[in-house]
């Protein structure tokens, strides 16, 4: 006889004599039904993942809910009727959602597990920043100028790229799946040892930058195109989280000769 069959039928036996009270299931963390608060801490730190400003790309998206198994769980005392759910050589955890936010914990259901497969530590921790970033198809916009060749000291410069439209990416990784969209919302030039902030994208005709520089040489046109992000997220039966991405910035760069005007005295 299992130690569970034991117990269960100590529990009979204890009910049976004490029939007049009849008392309610006792578990092991107090009395529960599904739906309610899970008063005990189960030891589990809680704290809202990620952020909407400041955000570190290694940290993993936010996440308001999360599940927990805790266990294994031995009734104090068996209610008359109870049927063990789970095998002779299984154990039952409780299944528990954890608000992040709040620290509440709702008891959702029981589990069975087996000695071959021990209970997970809980849901496995979202996608990065980083890995939905790196997976949202961005590609760096080519650099224009005029004039197109060789610039000439003394005169100007115009720098601008061509618009690019939103994106969007699924990103599937450890059971969640991440909905992104990024789209451009800033250019930074860097021209000359200067930096020129804009937020629209320019063109030929009405350039971002009019830069003239002031020696010749050969140069490095840089520009890093910022894009912003949002996310929302699913997956391991918690509701939907919506979120932001943040900025991160492509680097664009392109190699610019610049040559001198001479004035030459004609007799």
Request: aromatic residues 10%.
């Amino acid at each position: 006889m299992s130690r569970r069959s034991a117990l269960l039928i100590v529990g009979v036996l204890m009910l049976a004599a004490t029939a007049a009270f009849s008392p309610a299931p006792v578990w092991g963390d107090g009395k529960l039904a599904a739906g309610d608060a899970v008063l005990s801490d189960f030891g589990v730190s809680v704290g809202v993942r990620g952020g909407t400003s400041g955000i570190d790309h290694n940290r993993p998206l936010p996440q308001r809910y999360r599940y927990e198994y805790d266990g294994p769980i031995v009734y104090q005392i068996a209610p008359l009727g109870y049927v063990w759910p789970c095998k002779e050589d299984e154990e039952l955890y409780f299944r528990v959602r954890l608000d992040t936010t709040t620290g509440r914990r709702q008891y959702t259901g029981e589990v069975c597990f087996g000695p071959s497969e021990p209970p997970p530590a809980g849901d496995p921790e979202p996608p990065t920043y980083r890995e939905v970033w790196e997976r949202v198809p961005i590609v760096a916009p080519s650099i224009g100028v005029n004039p197109r060749v060789d610039g000439l000291t003394g005169l100007e410069t115009w720098l601008w790229v061509e618009p690019q439209e939103p994106v969007t990416a699924t990103v599937t990784l450890n059971g969640y799946t991440v909905a992104a969209t990024a789209c451009p919302v800033g250019y930074v030039w860097h021209v000359e040892g200067r930096t020129y902030e804009r937020s629209e994208p320019g063109s030929e005709e009405r350039p971002a930058v009019r830069h003239i520089f002031e020696r010749s040489g050969d140069y490095v046109v840089g520009l890093e195109t910022v894009w912003e992000g949002s996310f929302s997220m699913t997956g391991h039966d918690l509701p939907a989280v919506d979120g932001t991405l943040g900025t991160r910035a492509w680097r664009s760069e392109r190699p610019y000769h610049v040559a001198s005007i001479r004035s030459v005295l004609i007799r």
